[in-house]
Structures are given as C-alpha cells and as structure tokens.
C-alpha cells in the first residue's frame, strides 16, 4: 500500500487519459482539414458555376437580335438598358453591361455610369474571344466575363456579365448546414468513440499513467525472477500465459522470458490440476522426480473470471525426510513397545524363578528369543540387500504394534548385488507395506499383509497382499490415500519410481479378497563399481 499510494501521489495524466486528449487532437485536426477542402471545393464549385453562368447568359444577350439591332442605333441605351435590366434579374447576376468597342457603356445596373468606361479587361473579346476573370470593378469584386456582340464577322459591341463575390459568398453561406452537420456529426462520433475507448482503457490499466505502468512492469519482472516459488498464471481459456524462474525450474521447462509459448508441455498432474480450476490449498503434486506441494486460485476481476494462479513449493527433500521419520518414529514406537513388551516378560521370567518354577521360565525365555530369532533369519536369509531387510524388520516391528501380521514370502530372494538403487527399492516396497497396513486397520480380523521381493529374468519382482477392502482404478493418482484425509502420495511415488525405470503396476484382488500389488522393476546391467544407493 505505501508504494501505491506513492505512485499515485506523483501521478500525472493516466494513458487513458493521455490517449482520449490524443484522439481529440487528432480527430479534430482531420476534421477541420476534412472541412477545410470540402469548403473549399463548395468554393470553387459555386465560383465555377458562376463562371459557367454569366458565359452562358453573356453569350445569349450577345446573339439576341435586339441587341445586335440595338448597338446600330443612334441611343442604344433607350432599348438596352430594360433589356438587359429584365434579363439580369430574371437569372439574378449581379449586371449585365453592354458597350462599345471602345469601353463607352450602353447599360449598367447603376444608370449614372452609363456612356462612362468600362473597367476591365476586353483584349480578348475584341478578337473574339471571351474572357473570365475576377476583378474589382464599381460594384466591387466580382466574377465576370466579357464576350464579343458580331454582325457576320466584325465586333460591333461587347456584352459583359457578372457576378459580385459577396452574392458568391452569400450562395456559399446558404450551403453551411449541408457541411456543418456532417462536420458536428463526425466530431460527436470521435468524441463518444474516443470516450468510450478510455473509459475501457481507464478500466484495464487501473487509470495508471505511463511511468508508473513502467515501474509497475519493472517491479513485477522483478518479483518473477526473485521469488522462491513456482508461479503459473493460466488465462480464461486455460492456456500457460506465465511462468517464472522457479517455477521453470520445478516443472523442467527450458527458456528464460516469463512469457510461455502456446502448446507448453506441462506434467499430466500439474495439467489435470490447471484444468479442474478447482482452489487448492497445499495440495501434493508429483512432477517429475519432484514432490511439489499446490495452492491454485481463481482469479475474477469485476465479477468475471479473468484466469489461474498456481504457485508450487518444492518438497521432494522434505517429504523424503519425512517419510524417513515417519519410518524411524514408527520403529521407536515399535521398539518402545517391544521394549514394554520384553520388561513385562522378563518380570514374568524372574518371578518364576524367584518361585522355583525355573525349567518354566527357561521355557518361557527361549520360546520368545526362537520367535524373534525366527523371524530375523526369515528376512536376512530372503534379502540380503542390508536397506530393505532392514526396513522389513523394521515394517514387522510396526505391524506388530498394530495388531497386523507381516509375512515375508518364503520366495522372496533378492541379493545386495542387484544394481537397482536401494533408496527406489524402499521407496517402493517401505509405500505398499504402510498402504497396506493402513488398509487391514480398518477391517475384522485377520489381520495379514504377505510381501515377495524377488530377483529374476532381469526384473525386480514386488508384490504385496493385504486383507483388507482393495484398492480402486484410481489408487495410484495424486492424492489418492487410504487415510480418511485422502492427502496421501505413497502409491503415487511407488508409480513414479515404476515409470522411472520403465516398469509396470498390476493391482488385482488377493486370494484373502484384499488387494494384490504387483511391480515390476527392469533390472539394468551390472555396472562396475558400488550399485547406486549404496556407499
């Protein structure tokens, strides 16, 4: 909040903003050139038709046969001067003069100018042609032409004709409407376009200004690169729009800008997740060789859903060194209670004897001790790899303290020379034993989960039986637990590890009606030295 509100404090115009003055500018710029021509061509227009006006209408009085009759006699104004009179306001020019060759008027709209000179020029007409110009005459300014009067072929009189350029202007202002509306009309649609675009463009960037857009962009890119979490932003139509370092780095995914191409090629479980858009809070995700844990958010915007957050925390050590101490906790607990177990019989032991029924103690001793001993041959003769004959010693203690039983299939060989990795060994067999274990607490007695670990026609062969209600289709998906929580990742990880060295699962029902786990596991040549996992 404190860098907001700084932000806002110096902020000038916003972009919106910004981008609204601009387009009126503009517009209006285009407009009023747009205007400018079309007056001007409205000009030229009207002082073409002028020109086409006055020449037509000069040539008809100079061809009219009273005229032409007219300039012969001794006072030609006395039948021109209402002959041209009736004409000029018939077709409404300004004057019409008709003269003598040299300049002496016969007419004129003002009768006080007649028999005075004419002003303008006449050179043309007087070789029979016609001239068009625009001069300054009595009236003013006008737009005249001046064409020759002949009898056969000789010029005998000149007919001028005109119109002022105030009556042109006059003609011009009475067209203003068909160009002002037109004019008014495109600038109220600029404006209201304009408008609306920046109240949208206002709306998406949160009326922010140029630089602070800039620092905003800076500070974001920033943040992607610096923070230690995976972060993933998914759009409206569910396409990887973002993805930052960290998260590049836990999904394996190459390149450096944040921007992600379409097509993005994501693991199927942090796909499946994206998809659902269901929120998510720390949920357990496997990509890859990592255990990642989720929290996803949908994203809304003025009541709409605008896309998805994913943010991805790696925990692949720390669930490693979980389930190591969910292992070593419960072999404590078990040697706690074994420990329990042996005090109370060795009170029972030493009481016998103290009572002198000692051939009964000694039986009673050795009874145990064979059991215990029994049970730790079974395992160390069948597996030799010291990690999981340890772990299945340890798997037995657990089931003992739960009431369970774990039985080590008589065919169970696997030799400390197999070269598959002893931490994917446990990882597997430590998953199917606790699932299965999990599985029979739930169910009447008995209570019995058998495991086999055998080596051969190059496969590690795993299979785990339980007595209890089986596992479903889905059992090996994330998330998939026999807890009543369901936040469990075990069969998960013992799939991964399948699917790692190219190995397979088969879950069918056990002959107890339970379930029965099958994993195969290729055995890759024996290379030299130490196999992994082992020092």
Do not use: C
């Amino acid at each position: 909040m404190p860098i907001t509100w700084g932000l806002r404090k110096k902020r000038a115009w916003s972009i919106a903003r910004q981008l609204f003055v601009w387009q009126v500018l503009v517009v209006t710029t285009l407009v009023a050139i747009g205007t400018a021509g079309a007056v001007r061509l409205a000009q030229e227009d009207t002082e073409q038709a002028a020109i086409d006006q006055v020449i037509g209408i000069a040539q008809a009085v100079a061809r009219s046969p009273t005229v032409i009759a007219a300039v012969r006699d001794q006072n030609p104004s006395e039948v021109l001067q209402p002959y041209t009179e009736s004409v000029r306001l018939a077709t409404g020019t300004n004057f019409i003069v008709v003269m003598a060759p040299d300049r002496t008027r016969f007419t004129h709209t003002n009768p006080t100018l007649i028999g005075q000179p004419f002003i303008g020029s006449i050179d043309a007409a007087l070789r029979g042609g016609t001239v068009i110009e625009k001069s300054v005459g009595t009236l003013g300014e006008s737009v005249r032409t001046v064409v020759p009067v002949t009898d056969n072929t000789a010029v005998i009189a000149l007919v001028s004709v005109g119109i002022t350029t105030e009556a042109l202007n006059r003609k011009l202002l009475s067209r203003t409407p068909a160009v002002a509306f037109p004019t008014a009309l495109a600038l109220l649609i600029a404006a209201a376009g304009s408008w609306l675009l920046s109240r949208r463009l206002r709306r998406q960037t949160h009326g922010l200004g140029p630089a602070e857009m800039t620092r905003m962009y800076e500070y974001h890119d920033a943040v992607l690169h610096s923070v230690r979490e995976g972060l993933l932003v998914v759009d409206r139509a569910g396409r990887v729009t973002l993805v930052n370092d960290e998260g590049r780095r836990l999904l394996g995914l190459t390149g450096d800008a944040p921007d992600m191409p379409a097509g993005v090629d994501l693991p199927p479980e942090i796909s499946d997740l994206l998809a659902s858009r269901a929120p998510v809070a720390d949920e357990p995700v496997l990509a890859g060789d990592r255990v990642l844990v989720a929290n996803q958010r949908v994203i809304r915007s003025e009541g709409q859903v605008v896309g998805t957050v994913l943010t991805l925390r790696d925990h692949t050590e720390l669930r490693t060194l979980t389930g190591e101490l969910d292992s070593v906790r419960g072999l404590t607990e078990a040697l706690r209670s074994q420990a329990h177990e042996a005090a109370n019989r060795l009170h029972t032991v030493v009481t016998m004897v103290e009572l002198g029924r000692t051939e009964e103690a000694l039986r009673l001793a050795t009874a145990e001790l064979a059991v215990a001993q029994q049970l730790t041959d079974q395992v160390v003769g069948a597996v030799s790899e010291p990690a999981l004959a340890a772990l299945l010693l340890g798997k037995s203690a657990q089931a003992a303290e739960r009431g369970a039983q774990l039985v080590i299939d008589e065919d169970s060989r696997l030799a400390d020379t197999t070269p598959l990795p002893s931490r994917d060994l446990i990882t597997v067999v430590g998953n199917l034993v606790d699932n299965a274990l999990e599985a029979v607490a739930g169910v009447e007695p008995p209570h019995v989960v058998t495991v086999l670990v055998v080596e051969s026609d190059g496969e590690v062969l795993v299979r785990v039986g339980d007595t209890g209600p089986g596992l479903p289709a889905e059992a090996f998906a994330r998330g998939w637990s026999t807890k009543a929580q369901g936040r469990g990742l075990g069969l998960a990880l013992v799939r991964q590890v399948a699917d790692r060295h190219g190995g397979s699962i088969e879950v069918s029902a056990g002959p107890g009606g339970g379930a029965l786990i099958t994993v195969r596991l290729p055995v890759p040549a024996t290379a030299s030295g130490p196999r992994p996992g082992t020092t």
